[in-house]
């Protein structure tokens, strides 16, 4: 079964750092591009940034550009997030997506992803 489990979230406040975690189990992430994306209460989900799977060609929305940065470990199945820099409108659920067709570029436009995870929350507050 192809399942996808993020982890890393958690309370940090304003300036702080976190990394999240994608794992995925029952599938070889090499072959997929994969993507974060995140929901406020009350918001759309929004693609925050992606990563291909061929090139590692990387893709961020304009709000975390030079805050984020998405890495990934095939060897480990894993890909990251990390949160530099933290704003309360970073706050929401991040989920971690993956894409089949996404070889050396990807979008973050929510129908190209076929598999997504249960999410981790993020909040940012003092």
């Known amino acids: 079964q192809l399942q996808l489990v993020e982890s890393g979230g958690g309370l940090v406040q304003p300036g702080g750092s976190l990394r999240l975690s994608c794992v995925a189990s029952g599938f070889t992430l090499d072959y997929y591009g994969i993507g974060w994306f995140r929901q406020a209460p009350g918001k759309e989900r929004e693609g925050v940034s992606c990563?291909?799977?061929?090139?590692?060609?990387?893709n961020y929305a304009d709000s975390v550009k030079g805050r984020f940065t998405i890495s990934r470990d095939n060897a480990k199945n894993t890909v990251y997030l990390q949160m530099n820099s933290l704003k309360p409108e970073d706050t929401g659920i991040y989920y971690c997506?993956?894409?089949?067709?996404?070889?050396?570029?990807?979008?973050?436009?929510?129908?190209?992803?076929?598999?997504w995870g249960q999410g981790t929350q993020v909040t940012v507050s003092s």
């Open positions: 990563i291909s799977s061929r090139g590692g060609k990387t």
């Open positions: 997506a993956a894409d089949p067709s996404a070889f050396r570029l990807c979008v973050l436009r929510r129908v190209e992803y076929d598999y």
